[in-house]
């Protein structure tokens, strides 16, 4: 070839490089005069913006895509000179080649140009080794299948490699590897998701779609860079969180803590049927939280398959379920979860009617909720106080609370309660719908932050996707009212409270690619590192129901692409959730009907909690008088539960309630065996109504009632209703709220 020949074209050497020997490894389909024109004449413009010299360049034809050797021509192409210009510095050779990229893409105004711009990269970009193509170096979160894989040279650069099976993606994978390949660890880890959005293709169709390619490549380039230098520096891997591994064959537990959980996903069928046999004679409906035993979850679950009237949900849906068993003919409820739980079901059937059900708890003793507590202080009521002096004010309360907290924060200040899937929508149609309006949100601190977090990366956004989340509000509206939003700073849940630095840090080191779920308690390091994931389409933020959402829609999608995938889900929340988890995923995966062609789907579910979190003790067997004194090393893990906060590890998360593990199995038993309570066994166990008043002589039920009836009006009709507008209004500075 013509030393003076040159093709323009994407080189891992240098973007767009002049040098010859790239020649073969340009791809026919896109030899063509008008793609070749196409780059000269976006480099002419973004990088000297003035022409350099006249270039004799090989022609193709356009039929065929075949060089012609005696045709040519000539044009002005500022980037293509005879040399590559120098490479920079090692200590800035990622943010160099980085701003040349974002200034290629960003010369490109036409979405197709910008789109063929990216194929150019795909077609520079070498094949990956089928060896490499495997389930360890799969990007999760895209949805082309992608494989990165890297390495460390002896100068310490990172070598990176990468491929899908997307010519789109591949494009994606060509210019991230052009940017980081042969760069030091530590410039591969500077770079962040927001340093590649002046890079996003966009304009055709799954705009969000193809920027989360870009970030989940990256994130997955960096995970691999974090491994080689703790391996450069001679450091011990770090012990995997705990996990289950849900397949359509079986579950595999990994991990103490794990086995613990998954030894009661398939329950003692003699235990389902006796339970089964008393609900259905006694006519018992049942509601349970989420964060149930596993034991009971397990039992529950496989009971649901032979009496409908049992519901497994978070604490929002427990009531509407009771109404709707009462509706069904049940004339007993059994609530297992905490006190305000039942005392909710108990007004709310007594609201609907169904004043002659029987609600039962599943404890002699008080069964307490510590953001119920919090709550319920002193100090709480101070903050209400001073809220009442401010009108007009709206009080939101986390449903989390006690009937009496509610009524007696109504009285002060006009209150609504909310729970973590409707706060932010609660309070961004308060403040749209009352003008100067102040917020005051309790008792949980961390979830007050998060929401203040949120709304303050929301000020950030555009006009249009801020209208996306709520119609009424801009970036001007969501500015004004951050400094009239205020959250009570007392209150955590004991759940959530541990899911702070260092499971952070444990997840950014071995999980970062993983989808990250978080409820909406967890402290704001969890909460930041989960809504970075989202961004990226790999991670939720909100209620229990909503994670159990988020993972049922991931798995469906890889089941639709039908290709053979490995799913890993963070839970950051309370593990007894994992029943319900596991449930839906095994149903989906078994929904598919068996072929030749079925691809292999795993679900992982991991528990960030260190495996110790499982108490263990010894069995002493030396009970004779002619024993040596010798202890059988006989160990019984025990599941989380009541007696000393099992669970809880300063190594992970809090993953186990105490409170919630007090409805035991053999409590719900009693309970069945001994209703209809003619011999007042149960007395402690009935959800009695409250006969109190509050400070102004109202029931403390009927006041109680009525924020939760104000939350079921707005999740109807998306608006606050008239009556709480009413009393937001016309409240006076007399310490007596809206009455």
């Not at 932010?424 to 998060?450: E, R």
Request: charged share 20%; with cysteine.
């Amino acid at each position: 070839m013509d030393s003076s020949a040159i093709s323009v074209r994407p080189s891992l050497s240098s973007p767009f490089s002049t040098s010859s020997n790239t020649e073969s490894s340009f791809n026919p389909r896109i030899r063509n005069t008008a793609f070749l024109k196409l780059h000269t004449r976006n480099f002419t413009f973004s990088l000297l913006h003035k022409p350099s010299k006249f270039i004799r360049c090989s022609k193709f034809d356009q039929k065929t895509g075949d060089r012609n050797p005696n045709a040519s021509l000539h044009f002005t192409c500022a980037a293509a000179v005879t040399s590559p210009p120098p490479l920079p510095e090692a200590s800035d050779l990622a943010a160099s080649r980085l701003e040349r990229l974002a200034s290629e893409f960003q010369a490109l105004t036409d979405p197709v140009d910008r789109m063929k711009h990216l194929i150019g990269y795909s077609e520079a970009l070498p094949p990956l080794d089928e060896s490499k193509r495997t389930a360890r170096n799969r990007v999760m979160g895209c949805t082309a299948q992608v494989w990165v894989d890297a390495s460390m040279d002896k100068t310490g650069r990172v070598r990176f490699w990468a491929d899908s099976d997307s010519e789109v993606t591949r494009g994606f994978c060509g210019c991230l590897v052009w940017v980081l390949d042969g760069a030091s660890s530590e410039e591969v880890l500077r770079l962040t998701t927001e340093d590649l959005a002046p890079l996003n293709v966009g304009g055709i169709g799954k705009a969000m779609s193809r920027a989360n390619t870009w970030y989940n490549v990256l994130i997955s380039m960096q995970k691999k860079t974090k491994a080689l230098v703790a391996e450069k520096e001679g450091k011990i891997p770090s012990e995997a969180f705990p996990s289950l591994v849900i397949t359509a064959d079986g579950i595999t537990a990994q991990g103490s803590y794990a086995q613990a959980q998954a030894r009661y996903l398939f329950p003692d069928e003699s235990q389902v049927n006796e339970l089964v046999k008393l609900l259905k004679e006694k006519k018992i409906g049942l509601v349970a939280h989420f964060y149930m035993d596993p034991e009971v979850q397990g039992v529950l679950t496989a009971a649901q398959k032979h009496w409908p009237h049992i519901h497994i949900s978070d604490s929002l849906v427990m009531a509407d379920s009771a109404v709707k068993m009462a509706e069904a003919g049940c004339q007993f409820i059994a609530v297992l979860g905490v006190d305000f739980m039942s005392e909710n079901v108990r007004a709310i059937l007594d609201q609907a009617g169904y004043d002659q059900v029987g609600v039962y708890r599943m404890s002699e003793e008080r069964i307490g909720c510590s953001l119920a507590e919090a709550a319920a202080t002193p100090e709480y009521m101070k903050y209400l106080e001073i809220a009442s002096l401010s009108p007009p004010s709206l009080h939101v309360i986390y449903i989390n609370t006690s009937l009496e907290t509610k009524a007696h924060a109504h009285e002060l200040v006009p209150t609504i309660t909310c729970t973590s899937s409707n706060v932010v929508q609660t309070i961004l149609q308060a403040f749209a719908q009352v003008p100067d309006l102040t917020v005051y949100y309790g008792p949980d601190s961390y979830m007050g932050a998060n929401i203040a977090e949120l709304f303050q990366r929301m000020t950030m956004m555009t006009d249009e996707e801020i209208s996306a989340i709520h119609p009424q509000h801009n970036r001007a509206s969501i500015r004004s009212l951050l400094p009239r939003l205020c959250y009570f700073q007392d209150g955590t849940c004991i759940v959530h409270d541990l899911f702070g630095h260092e499971v952070v840090e444990k997840i950014n080191e071995m999980y970062c690619d993983a989808f990250l779920t978080a409820h909406f308690e967890v402290p704001g390091e969890m909460f930041s590192l989960a809504m970075e994931a989202k961004k990226r389409g790999m991670g939720v933020v909100g209620s229990t129901q909503n994670i159990l959402d988020f993972i049922k829609q991931r798995l469906q999608e890889a089941l639709e692409r039908n290709i053979d995938d490995h799913l890993q889900f963070v839970l950051g929340t309370e593990s007894g959730m994992v029943t319900s988890i596991v449930a839906t995923v095994r149903r989906m995966l078994s929904s598919v009907k068996p072929s030749s062609n079925r691809a292999r789907i795993n679900v992982e579910i991991v528990f960030p909690v260190s495996s110790d979190s499982v108490t263990r003790t010894k069995k002493n067997s030396c009970g004779s008088s002619n024993s040596t004194g010798a202890e059988d090393a006989v160990n019984l893990t025990v599941v989380p539960g009541v007696a000393s906060g099992e669970g809880c590890s300063i190594h992970g998360g809090c993953a186990s309630c105490p409170y919630m593990k007090m409805n035991s199995l053999s409590a719900l038993i009693k309970v069945c065996q001994n209703l209809p309570d003619n011999k007042h066994v149960l007395s402690a166990y009935e959800a009695g109504r409250f006969s109190s008043q509050t400070v102004n002589g109202r029931s403390v039920a009927n006041v109680g009632c009525e924020p939760i009836l104000h939350m079921r009006h707005f999740q109807a009709k998306r608006e606050l209703p008239e009556k709480l507008v009413h009393q937001i209004l016309h409240s006076s500075v007399n310490g007596k709220g809206p009455f």
